[in-house]
């Protein structure tokens, strides 16, 4: 039997790698997709966490090392995985999150999907800072449209600017804590929206479920009412014969031949560690930015002395996570709530757009409120520092005894909280790179991190905690906790802790400065494609999702095409 | 959770011959000994976890880090911070022992303060009265539960008592509240599919809050929510 050559390998599972798969299997290429982790379906009772009751678990949801957002949380990967370690350059602090599962980070993540606004593509015509992106809103927003349909998302026509309209869903109505929340930020003059995600509060065909409001995406769902990669689109993928799925199986470089073109991958089979080889026409990389980064520059060879793709050496450069900062207020008001089932839809009903475009700051790029609170299900934490909103009362803290239940009661759901994102300034000495003496437990060279927050992200931090002590006490909130000062940076998160990170491999018209065309091809390598987040060339103030969704689709269009003109 | 199936029972006070209080007045006659008992939380689970996961777990169940002594204290404490006197039971019901003594092997950073909470409990109660924690009489155990639960208390000598106690305050409400029992005190609703149309006309009135019709007009009417979206060209829903 001749040996098996596909027309496309695909790296990778998650947002990207599925969409890719999804497109180029039905436009009849046959695909290998290959994930580092193991299978993963949240309908298999064996895997299931959503709907479970917190005494199922030993722990009752605590945090583990493999699942740092809780042990019912879908996640399986993290900061800190055995036998994979990273390393810093300097005093460096950068957390490095890799998804290890069919569907990668996309079964556990918030699913805020949004649109990147035309002005996004285009910051440095208005700031001089970074760079253009090589292409503009009108290239992507078709590919949004599908993205839409396809998918599924909730939200609500604004008419606003740079946070485009959508084909939404209708969106659910806000809770009660998001109703004090309107009224604070419409008190303070700052914009409050439906929240926009990719959650099915309508039928949209009839494979997938609706929504049932129980607030558990991040468990992922079973009767795929939430967008995963794994749910709905591989799955489906798999079933046309298109498709061979590898698990379990770790890319350590892509070869090429003697030209320097890409024949395919070698990777490790994790169940007995031994090294195979793949053979395709083309590869495209959808690892996450920092892992397709790491394939490129461990894929070196005679033609590719620097890593493949990397003539330009900016592969690992320009990398960049979202900022993040967040506060808590107590709100009295809601002190000795009548109880309900308010868990809705998993995380906000409500956020808060940026809105300072035109506004003349100590820094240049914005960012968005996402809103917490509610009569959520008790988990690991529930009860600690019980009545410590009693001081704010005139009543003494702490105690025992049965009036521990009256507080428990009263102070239920009285919380509300915002969590703010934005948007980085993309930097040349930002970067991974190989780490020279390092390796993982496959003896593949690991990745080393080398990355500063500049001035301003500080400011901009600085910026949110005003505004989020101002929409909290707006709301009604006595806003909890001191306000971080300079020292802490304004509560600015370290660098990879919001898991956007993006920016490797961008895209750009100069193979000089960037590492892919706007298609994510290679300018070294054009049988190679890279198809996650790494080609952005900003990441804006907007959750990443929907636009490597888009912009993977783009691709896998301009793949197609290239295959018939028998450019591939 | 069959809370009731299964009863761990350990001595309160000890049995003859154990001397369990180096305060000089020799060994405690058992003649008071008195047994303190909690519905025992299950050692086996199934909830979606990894081989690793499932080995951890495994791991953690086998491991003894508790002596019999510590134990009995935390279910003294456990039980003075929510006791079973009522209607939806209280930490022993609801197996705190065995809770506390999961979480302290799973978390590292509990090993320590929770051991060395018990001993300054001790040393605390022998200095005071005589006995140890569990020995003392319950008025005495209060009296010094007192001074320790309230963390306005200002007494340099006192802030690890307050520290500990505060530790097992936390543990005891999180491992109740995350308990059938627990649910039932808070009359928690949620966790099963429903519809959410929003927040009850009721609260709503309570709340002097409204939903304002532009807002209602984006939102999803849930009598159409099974019928299949189609848009026009302008993203306009139609259905």
């Known amino acids: 039997m001749a040996e098996q050559i596909y027309d496309a390998i695909i790296v990778g599972s998650g947002a990207g790698g599925g969409m890719a798969t999804h497109q180029l299997a039905n436009a009849g290429l046959k695909v290998a997709l290959i994930e580092a982790g193991d299978f993963y379906d949240p309908a298999d009772e064996e895997q299931r966490t959503q709907l479970r009751y917190p005494w199922e678990s030993p722990r009752r949801g605590a945090s583990t090392r493999l699942r740092p957002f809780g042990d019912y949380n879908s996640c399986i990967g993290g900061w800190e995985l055995d036998g994979e370690p990273y390393t810093q350059k300097g005093d460096t602090e950068f957390m490095w999150w890799r998804g290890r599962m069919l569907g990668g980070r996309t079964n556990h993540w918030g699913r805020i999907s949004l649109r990147f606004g035309p002005l996004d593509f285009k910051r440095k015509d208005i700031d001089g800072l970074g760079d253009n992106w090589p292409i503009g809103y009108q290239d992507i927003s078709p590919y949004y449209d599908k993205v839409d349909k396809l998918i599924g998302i909730f939200g609500s026509n604004e008419g606003l600017y740079n946070d485009p309209d959508g084909y939404f869903l209708p969106a659910p109505k806000p809770r009660l804590h998001e109703l004090y929340y309107i009224d604070g930020a419409r008190k303070a003059n700052i914009p409050v929206i439906p929240a926009r995600k990719s959650i099915l509060t309508k039928r949209i065909n009839n494979d997938r479920g609706i929504c049932f409001y129980c607030g558990q995406c991040s468990r992922a769902c079973g009767i795929h009412a939430d967008f995963s990669s794994s749910t709905v689109l591989i799955y489906p993928s798999l079933n046309g014969g298109q498709v061979d799925l590898l698990t379990n199986s770790m890319v350590r470089e892509v070869i090429t031949d003697e030209e320097g073109m890409a024949t395919g991958v070698r990777y490790v089979n994790k169940r007995n560690q031994r090294e195979y080889e793949l053979k395709g026409r083309t590869v495209i990389l959808a690892a996450s930015a920092c892992s397709t980064a790491r394939i490129l520059l461990n894929s070196k060879s005679g033609q590719h002395e620097n890593g493949l793709g990397n003539n330009s050496d900016n592969v690992g450069r320009y990398l960049h996570d979202s900022t993040g900062a967040s506060r808590a207020a107590f709100l009295p008001d809601l002190m000795d709530r009548d109880i309900y089932n308010e868990d809705g839809v998993g995380g906000m009903h409500v956020y808060s757009p940026w809105w300072l475009e035109e506004a003349n700051l100590d820094f240049t790029r914005g960012y968005h409120l996402e809103i917490g609170g509610g009569m959520g299900m008790p988990s690991y934490g529930f009860g600690f520092a019980v009545n410590q909103y009693n001081q704010y009362l005139g009543d003494r803290v702490g105690g025992y005894g049965n009036q521990l239940r009256d507080d428990i009661r009263k102070f239920y759901g009285a919380r509300l909280s915002i969590a703010c994102r934005g948007e980085s300034i993309p930097q040349y000495t930002n970067r991974c790179e190989l780490d020279p003496t390092v390796v993982d437990e496959w003896g593949i060279p690991v990745l080393r991190f080398d990355y500063k927050w500049t001035q301003h992200e500080i400011n901009q931090a600085r910026h949110m905690q005003d505004t989020m002590e101002e929409l909290l006490e707006a709301s009604g909130g006595i806003v909890l906790g001191n306000k971080p000062g300079a020292d802490q940076n304004y509560g600015l998160t370290q660098p990879g802790e919001i898991i956007h990170e993006v920016g490797t491999t961008r895209m750009g018209t100069d193979p000089r400065t960037s590492v892919t065309n706007e298609f994510g091809q290679l300018h070294d390598v054009k049988n190679v494609f890279v198809a996650d987040a790494g080609t952005f060339v900003s990441q804006a103030d907007k959750n990443p999702t929907w636009t490597i969704l888009a912009l993977a689709w783009r691709t896998s269009d301009y793949i197609v095409d290239q295959m018939k003109q028998r450019n591939l | ?239």
Request: aromatic share 10%; charged share 25%.
């Open chain 2, 1 to 239: 959770m069959n809370r009731r199936e299964t009863l761990k029972s350990l001595f309160l006070a000890p049995l003859a011959g154990t001397v369990i209080a180096s305060n000089g007045c020799g060994t405690i006659a058992s003649n008071n000994a008195s047994r303190i008992t909690w519905a025992r939380l299950p050692t086996e689970y199934s909830y979606g976890r990894t081989d690793a996961e499932k080995l951890t777990d495994q791991r953690l169940f086998a491991e003894t880090y508790f002596r019999e002594h510590e134990l009995v204290t935390i279910a003294v404490l456990c039980d003075i911070i929510l006791p079973n006197n009522h209607p939806n039971g209280g930490a022993l019901d609801a197996g705190l022992p065995d809770f506390v003594e999961f979480m302290v092997k799973d978390r590292e950073q509990y090993k320590l303060p929770v051991r060395g909470g018990i001993a300054w409990l001790d040393s605390y109660s022998i200095e005071n009265f005589g006995p140890d924690f569990i020995n003392i009489s319950e008025s005495q155990r209060l009296s010094i539960c007192n001074e320790i639960a309230y963390p306005d208390n200002q007494a340099p000598e006192l802030q690890a008592g307050i520290s500990f106690f505060s530790l097992m305050r936390n543990l005891t409400l999180t491992g109740y509240y995350t308990t059938e029992l627990g649910f039932r005190d808070l009359d928690y609703m949620g966790n099963t599919p429903n519809v959410w149309d929003g927040v009850p006309e009721a609260v709503l009135r309570r709340h002097g809050k409204s939903y304002d019709a532009d807002w209602l007009s984006k939102c999803i009417d849930q009598s159409t929510r099974d019928i299949v979206a189609e848009w026009d060209d302008d993203m306009n829903l139609v259905t």
